[in-house]
């Protein structure tokens, strides 16, 4: 079992940056890529990032390509989200995720473990 925590959401301007932080027990973190998701009211979960289990490898979806970086530190189990140039349309519940597979990232199925998600509200 891996249990993870996210924090780090708030209200921000249009325009201006929030670190989200996902904080890993259990199971050995460095063994699963990590990921981010987000749910906006009424839309389906869509990936946002992912990143190897070393960190050498990221990906991200198109919409935050350039304004997003997914990191990870292995010494404090922890895996973070720095989002910049934030919009209104980032607007959403961001969640952690862990998966075993190294394959179809971008896929809610493909994640064994979630966070309870933590709220990113972006005003214009």
């Known amino acids: 079992q891996v249990q993870l925590v996210e924090s780090g959401g708030g209200l921000v301007q249009a325009g201006g940056s929030l670190r989200l932080s996902c904080a890993a027990s259990?199971?050995?973190?460095?063994?699963?890529?990590m990921g981010w998701f987000r749910q906006a009211p009424g839309k389906e979960r869509e990936f946002v990032a992912a990143i190897s289990w070393s960190g050498g490898n990221t990906w991200y979806a198109d919409s935050v390509r350039g304004r997003f970086t997914i990191s990870r530190d292995s010494a404090k189990n922890t895996v973070y989200l720095q989002m910049n140039s934030l919009k209104p349309e980032d607007t959403a519940v961001y969640y952690c995720?862990?998966?075993?597979?190294?394959?179809?990232?971008?896929?809610?199925?493909?994640?064994?473990?979630w966070g309870q998600g933590t709220q990113v509200t972006v005003s214009s």
């Open positions: 995720a862990a998966s075993s597979q190294t394959m179809n990232l971008a896929l809610v199925g493909t994640y064994d473990y």
């Open positions: 259990g199971r050995t973190f460095s063994s699963y890529i």
